[in-house]
């Protein structure tokens, strides 16, 4: 079966969604594509709620993503039983956890996303295929002509095709199958000329993923899972890039390096709640009873996306089947012990051991076991592209105080998060160090060596460690923004997206601004903000 359409977007994140809203908004027919049933990634099959800069409440964000924050608050506001002050606040934050501005619950998210694109799918210029996975792709020269995709239900295989190739895949997927010469893991310091580069280049140096779950507290009540199957191994298990066994509130800070104590609750988890503690729950708690009114009468549900649920011992990407099969399994394995830890064993506030009133929230997900419906995923294949961004462009420390990052006369967008790394499969602990408020420049998103395909997540143009500042949401949104509007201007030019950067690139700019309202650069006094 074969579909056709003006570009064709490959994966259903929060960079492909954006990618097909931008073309959509420009004109365009698009195909977009998700291996799971949810639209997303991160912010929702993922499980993680928004990780987001200080000025994401400002004008200095893409008019399409203050529209999706506001959408999902305004969700809230229509179908939950807020109180009067948490329904009046403009700046409404559904869990109060303090990762973000806007915790909130995953299938939320996903509903939103559904209703953003409803008005398209409806006209037919958006056809969207849920739970379809790209199988194989076909190259004529310099240019991608058609991607396979299988029904991951019924194993039925379509052909798509378009003018131009969208990869928001969370692996860069299309870039294998098609043969797009990419990067995997670090590069070395000889290459990129970065401080925090390692000695030697290494492909299986990739980040941890992490099987993310929803937890909700329900006082009286016990809900203990049964013991994991290698439950054992991960409470008794001491790994060099950890202080003691993952199964325990001792962690180590990203930053310094040093063992600390988070605990889950600092007293009497009813107390904890009433007063927002600064306990690992309230972390990246995503709905609070404190927002809701005596209508309500569930109890206060969390993210589990802790540094204990980082699973490091295999890569996904550069191995056989097997291999990636085995790292998905254990993964989920290792959450689902440290819940079972945290239910029976874990040191409890106030003297004693084990929450057995966390109850395992897989609706919050929409799963049954719940876990969420993937895996966190912090890395990909990365494009070899026109322009490579590396901590020198970035990073504070190496370009100095008060410089702020590289000004980049191609900018197509804006971002900000400290490049932060987790652990990774080579033993390396964290890379946590602070980054300038940067800018997403268009060389980073052309390929150098095909005409028509372009990347719209964590596969663009950056080293292993600028990865780690250039892959969270609003930043992901914004280069599925500049991904799908360049597409866009390139079938209404007849240009490739090299000609675009080098022939149009002022005209391309203004559209961005003009009718996406896509800001292309920092204040001064904000991109020379150096963070604490």
Known sequence: MNHTADILVIGGG???????????????????TETSD????????????????PWIEG????????????????????????????????????????VSALCHEPRVAAAVLDELLSPWVADGRLFLLREHEPVAAARDGDRVTSVTV??????????????????????????ELAGVPYVVGAESRADTGELHAPPEAD?????????????????????????PEDYRYWRDTVDKRWPGSQLSWIDVHPITLAERDRPLFLRDPLEAARHDDRGLWHYRRILAGTQLDETFTGGDVTLVNWPQTDYWELPLI?????????????????????????????????????????????????????????????????????????????????????????LFGDSVGIGYYRIDLHPSTNGRTYVDIPSYPFQIPLG????????????????????HIANGAYRLHPVEWSIGEAAGALA?????????????????????????????????AWPDEVRRHSPN
């Open 59 to 98: 004008d200095l964000v893409s008019a399409g993503y203050r529209d999706l924050r506001e959408r999902i608050r305004d969700h809230y506001r229509r179908h939950y039983p807020l109180t009067p002050e948490a329904r009046a606040d403009p700046r409404l934050n559904p869990g109060r956890g303090f």
């Open 203 to 227: 492909p299986m140096d990739q980040q941890a993923i992490t099987w993310c779950a929803a937890l909700e507290y329900r006082h009286g009540e016990s809900h203990v899972i049964d013991e």
């Open 38 to 53: 949810w639209l997303g990634g991160q912010l929702t099959s993922q499980g993680v709620p928004p990780d987001e800069h």
């Open 488 to 520: 866009a201007y390139c079938l209404d030019t007849g240009l490739t997206p090299a000609q675009v950067r080098r022939e149009e690139l002022t005209r391309f700019q203004d559209l961005l601004t003009g009718a996406l309202g896509i800001p292309l």
């Open 150 to 175: 299988r029904d991951r239900r019924t194993g039925e295989l379509r052909e798509l095709a378009g003018g131009l190739v969208i990869d928001a895949t969370e692996l860069g997927d299309l870039l």
């Open 444 to 463: 980073a998103l052309i390929p150098a060596a095909v005409s028509n395909l372009l990347p719209a997540n964590k596969n663009i143009g950056t080293t």
């Open 318 to 406: 550069g191995v056989d089947a097997g291999t990636r099969e085995q790292a998905l399994a254990r993964a989920r394995d290792l959450t689902l012990s440290f819940v079972h830890w945290m239910q029976t064993e874990a040191p409890r506030a106030g003297g004693g051991h084990g929450y057995p009133e966390l109850l395992l929230r897989g609706d919050v997900l929409g799963t049954a076991d719940g876990l969420a419906k993937e895996p966190y995923i912090r890395e990909s294949r990365r494009i070899e592209p026109l322009f490579r961004v590396t901590e020198a462009h970035i990073g504070c420390e190496m370009r100095g105080p008060g410089a702020g990052s590289e």
């Open 14 to 32: 929060l960079g492909g969604v954006a990618a097909a809203r931008a073309a959509l908004t420009l004109g365009r027919s698009v195909i977009l």
